[in-house]
């Protein structure tokens, strides 16, 4: 099989093009042409012809150089990916779209669940108050489940999964992207902590084996492209914590990091946590997703070197903040005490002088 370039750069020359100019556009050309004609094919042959039919005709024409060469290459991999991410970039439109739907019916559930935890307090009032107790106690419980938006964040996964599966041509790398942004907006949204990290993961994974679950011929693409989105998103979502905490650690509010002991122990092992929470999940499936999960988490076990890297890193900025911390704790302490002394003086003089005057009173009593 020919790419043609000879054709495409004497056409090129024709049309008054340098010959730097020519032998470019007839590469580019003859590539484009090809990829075209040969779409039904795997890529990685589609690769190797190209790259054999490639040196080949450039030898022929006397303008094989490593130049050249990398150029080539560079024409073939954007030929060939430009279709997937434009599909990419019509899925994060669609996806931008379902997510503004899902805010509006947010907002309402929201509203919606406020008014049934008022309606619930309220009706506690009357209760007897040896049961009001317990009745607080099952609404606070119900109230921190809620709290978190899992609700939301399983419809959003589920519109998002459907979306890519639907829609995508190549249904790993499009649900990958999709995860990668779901999780990472999920993380970023609210306290980072084991347990929270836990439940959102927890939900995605769940929701993608539901689908494969429905869809066994695609399965092993929806639960991959899962597995390894939620990493691409840990990866991503560590980074920007390490970024904030490396330039602007004042913007870490309490809203995100509550124990910073507890983010570094989970920092340590936030590649076994996650292994830990596939697992869980694959006991929580059949025996056919199961084994997807197991598998996936066997293989991305390979894969986990950049985020224990990134963790890594993260941690040590982070013991920085807690020691940063306990010295502030420390003058702030020294500070109170230094005030609670000064006061105490103050009260001690005032009482001494308040002695004296009693002492001087009580003498010119006794000499009259």
Request: proline fraction near 1%.
């Amino acid at each position: 099989m020919e790419l043609e370039l000879k054709s495409f750069y004497d056409k090129a020359v024709e049309n008054g093009k340098s010959s730097d100019d020519a032998i470019k556009e007839a590469i580019e050309k003859s590539i484009e042409s090809y990829v075209h004609l040969h779409r039904g094919i795997s890529v990685q042959n589609l690769s190797e012809q190209v790259s054999s039919a490639l040196y080949k005709e450039l030898s022929l024409l006397g303008k094989k150089d490593e130049a050249l060469l990398k150029y080539a290459f560079e024409i073939l991999i954007d030929t060939v990916q430009k279709p997937k991410e434009k599909e990419i970039e019509r899925l994060i439109i669609e996806i931008d779209r379902l997510q503004r739907h899902l805010s509006t019916e947010e907002e309402e559930l929201q509203r919606t669940l406020r008014a049934l935890f008022a309606g619930i307090e309220r009706s506690a009032a009357r209760l007897d108050p040896n049961e009001r107790e317990l009745w607080q106690e099952a609404l606070e419980n119900t109230e921190l489940e809620h709290v978190e938006g899992l609700g939301i964040l399983n419809e959003t996964v589920e519109a998002a999964l459907i979306a890519a599966y639907e829609e995508a041509e190549e249904i790993e790398s499009a649900i990958r992207e999709v995860i990668r942004q779901i999780t990472h907006k999920a993380l970023s949204e609210g306290l980072l902590s084991a347990a929270r990290v836990r439940a959102i993961l927890t939900t995605i994974l769940m929701k993608a084996s539901e689908l494969a679950e429905a869809t066994p011929t695609n399965a092993k693409d929806i639960i991959h492209g899962t597995v390894y989105g939620i990493n691409d998103a840990l990866i991503s979502t560590v980074k920007q914590l390490k970024e904030q905490l490396n330039f602007a650690p004042e913007e870490i509010k309490t809203s995100h990091v509550a124990n910073w002991e507890e983010l570094i122990k989970m920092l340590s092992r936030s590649d076994e946590l996650y292994k830990e929470i596939i697992d869980d999940v694959a006991s929580k499936n059949s025996t056919f997703v199961s084994e997807i999960l197991t598998q996936s988490a066997n293989v991305i076990g390979d894969n986990f070197a950049e985020l224990k890297r990134i963790s890594n890193e993260t941690i040590e900025l982070a013991k920085k903040k807690l020691t940063l911390l306990a010295k502030e704790a420390a003058i702030k302490g020294a500070e109170i005490k230094e005030q609670l002394t000064s006061e105490a003086k103050k009260l001690g003089t005032k009482a001494w002088k308040k002695a004296i005057k009693m002492a001087e009173a009580y003498k010119n009593k006794i000499d009259k």
